[in-house]
């Protein structure tokens, strides 16, 4: 993090002033107004909840934890940012400004968050202001998020485009992620709980729960079948059958998305259905190419599991017949990815162009998170899954479809509970780049 994060920096920057100034352009406004988000008080009580950056203020500067802060930007003229340091003898404070962004602000720093209306435009009926209503300043919240479409529909649009800079705080995010799975998977093999396995996962990472981008999925046995299993036994099962883990990690504002699953016994079938998902995760992975119409993508994972499945015995019918009758869908119930980057689950998955509208998901795929045609600097997870859901499987068999399936083979792999495969792959204007798979095979 020395000279090269600052060019980078730099560059990423511009890119932010030219949609800044496009999205003030087309709202008809002078000023773009971010604050950083405030702190919640939980009811009845004076403990706050975990603190969560505004991603419009982060996607400015690399800070996290600085509530009460507020970046003012008018074209033409240098950023300002209005950084809150409280005197405060209950907390610690955000340490004085510093750091390869600080030269590209004008800075001023204040004690009170009231302090911050004086540092902001006289006029905020010229601003675009965003953020959540929690962030409003003034008598009568004069300085109140007023979130217009256009400037939102552009600015979250084109976050879509990674710049250098953003890929770089990806990789160091992988990089953390990486890290922590590698010492999920030995807690694993040493018999620790789920819970346990999380703490190593965090000690790893370096980062508390709090500090993820979101709640690890920690889960034994059965417990992969629930999609977001985040209980965390404090005791192993007998015996460890399988483990599955979908954490990340989090660098200057960005995250890293990574799932891997795991048969307690290398040799065991259940394993070898994991190999099979992983390979074919792999071959998905390729596929993010610019023009790639991201349904497509998802629609010809579908295929790709239904005949892992037929080949392992549980389906009957055809992977196309699986697709056209839902069957696939009780194995496989969710979305092949998503974007990532500032937020894991990364805006305007589905927005027709940056003045808005919505580009629809396949029909019987409501869970979809993404719809849009890749384009190089897009990165996006792939994740395809094979779970066995009591729930879903039940419904099958009383929908028409139990001729399908050999419940049998059901019924040997239910205790594993499931697999997912998860990578961060980003779209260039040639060979897509795995961020996720780069990061495992130099750790080692």
Not at 214 to 225: F, G
Not at 338 to 366: E, M, N, R, W, Y
Request: charged share 20%.
């Amino acid at each position: 993090m020395n000279a090269e994060p600052a060019i980078l920096y730099a560059a990423h920057l511009n890119v932010l002033k030219i949609r800044a100034d496009a999205a003030l352009e087309r709202a008809g406004l002078d000023h773009l107004v971010v604050p950083s988000g405030t702190l919640h008080y939980q009811v009845f009580d004076d403990r706050d909840y975990p603190y969560a950056v505004n991603p419009q203020f982060k996607a400015w500067l690399p800070l996290t934890r600085n509530p009460g802060s507020w970046l003012v930007y008018t074209p033409g003229e240098k950023p300002r940012l209005v950084y809150l340091q409280p005197h405060d003898y209950w907390h610690v404070v955000p340490e004085a400004p510093n750091g390869y962004w600080l030269e590209h602000f004008d800075v001023v720093v204040i004690r009170e968050p009231d302090e911050a209306q004086q540092h902001l435009p006289k006029n905020a009926t010229r601003c675009a202001i965003l953020g959540e209503p929690q962030s409003a300043l003034g008598k009568y919240g004069a300085f109140a998020p007023n979130n217009p479409r256009a400037v939102v529909d552009y600015l979250e649009y084109h976050r879509a485009f990674k710049t250098p800079y953003e890929i770089a705080m990806m990789r160091e995010a992988t990089r953390r992620g990486v890290r922590g799975h590698r010492a999920a998977e030995r807690a694993f093999r040493a018999g620790a709980s789920e819970f346990g396995i999380h703490l190593a996962y965090c000690q790893a990472v370096g980062q508390d729960a709090s500090d993820l981008p979101y709640s690890n999925i920690v889960a034994l046995n059965e417990h992969a079948a629930v999609l977001h299993y985040t209980e965390l036994g404090r005791l192993p099962p007998k015996p460890a059958r399988s483990f599955l883990i979908d954490a990340g990690a989090s660098h200057g504002g960005y995250a890293s998305d990574i799932t891997r699953t795991y048969a307690a016994d290398p040799g065991d079938e259940f394993q070898s259905l994991v190999d099979a998902v992983d390979a074919a995760q792999q071959k998905m992975g390729a596929q993010v190419r610019a023009g790639a119409d991201y349904r497509q993508l998802h629609l010809d994972a579908h295929l790709a599991l239904a005949a892992i499945l037929k080949d392992f015995g549980v389906i009957k019918i055809s992977p196309e017949d699986a697709l056209a009758s839902g069957v696939s869908s009780a194995f496989f119930p969710h979305g092949l990815g998503h974007g990532i980057g500032l937020q894991v689950h990364d805006v305007a998955g589905f927005a027709a162009s940056d003045a808005g509208g919505t580009i629809d998901k396949p029909d019987g795929h409501p869970y979809l998170r993404l719809t849009r045609v890749l384009e190089p600097g897009m990165v996006v997870t792939i994740e395809p899954g094979i779970y066995f859901i009591d729930m879903l499987l039940e419904k099958l068999r009383h929908d028409g479809h139990a001729d399908a399936v050999d419940w049998s083979r059901v019924d040997a792999f239910r205790p594993y509970g499931g697999i997912r495969i998860e990578d961060d792959v980003a779209c260039t204007d040639g060979e897509p780049v795995n961020l996720t798979r780069e990061e495992f095979a130099s750790a080692g």
